[in-house]
């Protein structure tokens, strides 16, 4: 941020600190009260005469119940959230959490109540899945497994595998697949006696 941008953003901290403080029919004798800064300290700083710090903004943000941005108009950061378009493959949903092609790949998915016959695929890589709701039906090799809600499996795709609906509603579980040699390491500690 240049130092005119800087001055510009001050200069509109004052009128934005009266016009909240009015909005809520406070006073400067009220918010005076409230932060412990003077009625003359508050005075100056929304008609620009006290250049604001943020020892002066903190308290004012808590009496209002205000973000810091709200108070100041701090410009508008990039969300460094992933937010990408959710894909349907096989009628199932899925969300991508990763933007890493080639690496470790993790992604919400999204199945369906439906009834459906396995058909167990391989490929290369290695694959995490922990179950948030529902219950999910996971063939694995010669094993059929019914998965629950808060319960996990990790497993080498190469193993043939598939999963889907049981049938008794839809199930929503987050995936971790990265390359082969690229394994999720769970630890969990043994219960004390």
Do not use: C, N
């Not at 003359?40 to 700083?45: G, V, Y």
């Not at 993790?106 to 899945?129: C, I, N, S």
């Not at 694995?140 to 019914?146: Q, R």
């Not at 509603?169 to 082969?180: D, I, K």
């Amino acid at each position: 941020m240049s130092d005119d941008d800087m001055d510009e953003v001050l200069a509109e901290v004052g009128p934005r600190l009266r016009r909240i403080r009015k909005e809520r029919g406070a006073t400067l004798a009220g918010l005076s009260e409230a932060t412990g800064i003077s009625v003359s300290t508050l005075s100056r700083l929304e008609s620009g005469l006290r250049k604001p710090s943020l020892e002066l903004l903190l308290p004012i943000a808590r009496a209002h119940e205000v973000a810091l941005d709200e108070l100041v108009g701090a410009p508008a950061v990039r969300d460094p959230r992933v937010r990408t378009q959710p894909m349907v493959r096989h009628g199932r949903t899925y969300w991508p959490l990763t933007r890493q092609p080639g690496g470790l790949q993790a992604f919400k998915v999204l199945v369906p109540q439906a009834t459906e016959e396995p058909d167990p695929r391989t490929h290369e890589g290695y694959e995490w899945l922990y179950l948030m709701s529902g219950r999910l039906r996971l063939v694995l090799g010669d094993h059929d497994i019914v998965l629950t809600s808060g319960e996990a499996v990790e497993f080498d795709t190469r193993v043939p595998h598939w999963f889907g609906s049981t049938g008794e509603g839809p199930a929503e579980f987050l995936s971790l697949f990265g390359p082969q040699g690229e394994r999720i390491h769970v630890r969990a500690r043994p219960k004390r006696s």
